[in-house]
């Protein structure tokens, strides 16, 4: 199942059109899930009485929306929808546990506000197991590609693996992106190093990891793209012509959303097409 969070947002509606679209490409039914945060309301002396019934009236309506969006998209696609209260990162990850891919906008005027530089995709996104998907609003072009940034740790496998099946389902080209600089202390006057050989070791560290999976994914054409550049700048600049960027994430325990990792961070920050982080 694909869930998307939805706030009635431009962003939130390209997440809805995405979501729907992933779900025809998969086969998998779609749940459409509002939040309803009474909480702002209900604090101090003076709660507001009428507002708790105004947001679950907003949230249906939205919903609603959402649905009709959905269904105009992808008719075939098997839609159900949800007004749950409770704070929208909390419901996520309860919604999530369900999901085999969570997708929500990157920015929103209502509970899922703020998602690129606010706390709710970090906060899925290191504590989510299935993978996130974080949707910009602006129309973009297909572009045919599907880009995976991958190092020399087996914690970037879960995110190739995803990419492969993207790339499958989409009829898609397969850019695997491996981004290297070398040690501070490499540029010592004392150091030296043989540059063919460390582009040589580079390189192989990509074809180690795409040949796990390779073979499984038969239909796929793969790109090997090896630069010497911060992984972040190689991601961001390889996701202007991308469908979908899939980067790993580490996300351990309780402090998941913390230990999202800079790269991933930083491409959520600043990548130009949807971003899916899938947590190893």
Known sequence: MIIVGVDGSVTSRAAVEWAANDAFRMRAPLRIVHAVDR??????????????????????????????????????????????????AVVLREQAQEATELVVGSRGLGGFAG???????????GHVHSPVVVVRGEQRPVHGEV??????????EPALAYAFEQAKLRGATLRVVHAWQLPVHAFAPEAAYDMDEVRTAQHQVVRDRVEVTRKEYPQVTVVE??????PVDALVEASGQADLLVVGSHGHGALGSMLL????????????????????
């Open 39 to 88: 909480d702002w309301y209900q604090i101090g002396k003076y709660p507001l009485p009428d507002v708790p019934d105004l947001l679950l009236r907003e949230g249906r309506r939205i919903l609603r929306e959402a649905e009709a969006l959905a269904r105009e998209r992808q008719p075939e696609v098997e839609v159900t929808t949800q007004n749950v209260e409770g704070m929208p």
């Open 115 to 125: 998602a690129l530089q606010g706390s709710v995709s970090t906060h899925v996104a």
């Open 147 to 156: 880009v995976a940034g991958v190092d020399d740790s087996p914690e970037c």
């Open 225 to 230: 793209d090896v630069v010497s550049a911060h």
């Open 261 to 280: 990792g800079s790269v991933s961070r930083g491409v959520l920050h600043h990548a130009r097409c949807p971003v899916a982080v899938v947590r190893a």
